[in-house]
């Protein structure tokens, strides 16, 4: 089997680095490029074709939540989102899902956390899982691609 593709997008150099280590040292998968902000993510995303992004949601230049709607209106692939601990983040957090994130993963609160270590394994065990998700099923209505099957 090849290894699981994988786009790590966030806006934080550190957290870039701890999320592409984490991926890197685990068995079946590997970074395959970075991205610091929405725009960079979908025109990487476009060269790239990667199996699974990973994206934060708070992000400069265009947001997690714009990126997933366009990922989602266009080409869909996996997406986890990682999102903070707050209020704010969990209200971002269910508005991934109902746009078609495959899942989510919190990350420790602080802008600059050395507990992210301790979702390793969730991230990793959510990366396979959003690899063998099938987007037929949850993509958005709204693409017009998906209208035509569903409305005669």
Do not use: W
Not at 36 to 49: E, M
Not at 78 to 90: C, D, E, N, R, Y
Request: glycine share 4%; hydrophobic share 40%; aromatic share 4%.
């Amino acid at each position: 089997m090849n290894d699981i593709r994988v786009l790590v997008v966030d806006d934080s150099a550190f957290m870039r680095k701890m999320i592409t280590d984490m991926i890197q040292t685990s068995k079946g998968m590997s970074v395959v490029d970075t991205a610091r902000n929405g725009q960079q993510a979908l025109d990487k995303i476009r060269s790239l074709k990667p199996d699974v992004v990973t994206l934060d949601v708070e992000m400069p230049v265009l947001d997690g939540l714009s990126v997933l709607r366009e990922i989602m209106n266009t080409e869909p692939i996996p997406v986890i989102m990682l999102s903070s601990l707050t209020q704010h983040g969990a209200d971002a957090t269910i508005k991934s899902m109902e746009l078609g994130a495959v899942d989510f993963v919190s990350k420790p609160s602080g802008s600059i956390s050395l507990d992210i270590d301790n979702v390793k394994e969730e991230l990793i065990n959510k990366i396979h899982m959003a690899y063998q998700a099938n987007l037929q099923k949850t993509c958005s209505l709204s693409s017009e691609k998906y209208k035509a099957i569903f409305i005669p």
